[in-house]
């Protein structure tokens, strides 16, 4: 059975930085990609950062410049650097696995998701 246990949320202050980690048990890191998505209250969940089998990247445009993605496939964790933070980053934050898509950023695009770990940024 595939888990995704996201850690690493708080609270922060515009400008600071926070870096969030997936720790994904169950589930074979070279068997696609994987991202990171999040959703602001009222608004839909949305893709911010994906990760290929051999390290290729994709980021949304909101986070172009200021998030990292990363993962290690021998500890089996997925990892985003955020930087800069801005208010408009606040949300929860969902690890996903296993994507239909080539570095995809639709959320019917993955199999498996994490429960969320909440980002809160203020001004």
């Known amino acids: 059975q595939v888990q995704l246990v996201e850690s690493g949320g708080g609270s922060v202050q515009a400008g600071g930085s926070l870096r969030l980690s997936c720790a994904a048990s169950g589930y074979d890191f070279s068997s696609g990609c994987m991202a990171w998505f999040r959703q602001a209250p009222g608004k839909e969940r949305e893709g911010v950062a994906a990760i290929a089998k051999y390290g290729d990247t994709r980021y949304a445009d909101p986070g172009k410049g200021r998030f990292t993605i990363s993962k290690d496939d021998t500890k089996t964790t997925l990892d985003v650097q955020m930087n800069s933070l801005k208010p408009e980053d606040t949300g929860m934050y969902y690890c996903?696995?296993?994507?239909?898509?080539?570095?995809?950023?639709?959320?019917?695009?993955?199999?498996?998701w994490g429960q969320g770990t909440q980002v809160t940024v203020s001004a």
């Open positions: 996903a696995a296993k994507c239909r898509y080539y570095l995809a950023f639709s959320q019917s695009d993955y199999n498996y």
